[in-house]
């Protein structure tokens, strides 16, 4: 049984900075990666980035330079530090349990989403 549980979000001005934790129990055979994603309103889920368990990593165009994804592999638990955050980033934040090869997919198992949001 595979749960993921997030938890860090608020609200913040834009300029300011967030990070997301998403603690994960269980396993799934293949799944290399751990991944956020976002849902803003009226809009489909799209990739915010992905990391696999030796660190490699990858992002979409829109937040690359201003998120890092990082491992806390002592503790299960994979980062999402968020700075430089635009009203644009508004949104539920998911964290998911998946592959990466060479780009990010995502697997069968979310994370209940965190919501974000940014003022202007």
């Known amino acids: 049984q595979v749960q993921l549980v997030e938890s860090g979000g608020g609200l913040v001005q834009a300029g300011g900075s967030l990070r997301l934790s998403c603690a994960a129990s269980?396993?799934?055979?293949?799944?290399?990666?751990m991944g956020w994603y976002r849902q803003a309103p009226g809009k489909q889920r799209e990739l915010v980035g992905c990391?696999?368990?030796?660190?490699?990593?990858g992002y979409a165009g829109s937040v690359k330079g201003r998120f890092t994804i990082s491992n806390v592999n002592a503790k299960n638990t994979v980062n999402l530090q968020m700075n430089s955050l635009k009203p644009e980033d508004t949104a539920v934040y998911y964290c998911?349990?998946?592959?990466?090869?060479?780009?990010?997919?995502?697997?069968?198992?979310w994370g209940q989403g965190t919501q974000v949001t940014v003022s202007s």
């Open positions: 990391i696999t368990s030796d660190g490699s990593t």
């Open positions: 269980g396993s799934i055979f293949g799944a290399n990666a």
């Open positions: 998911n349990l998946g592959y990466y090869y060479g780009y990010c997919v995502a697997g069968a198992y």
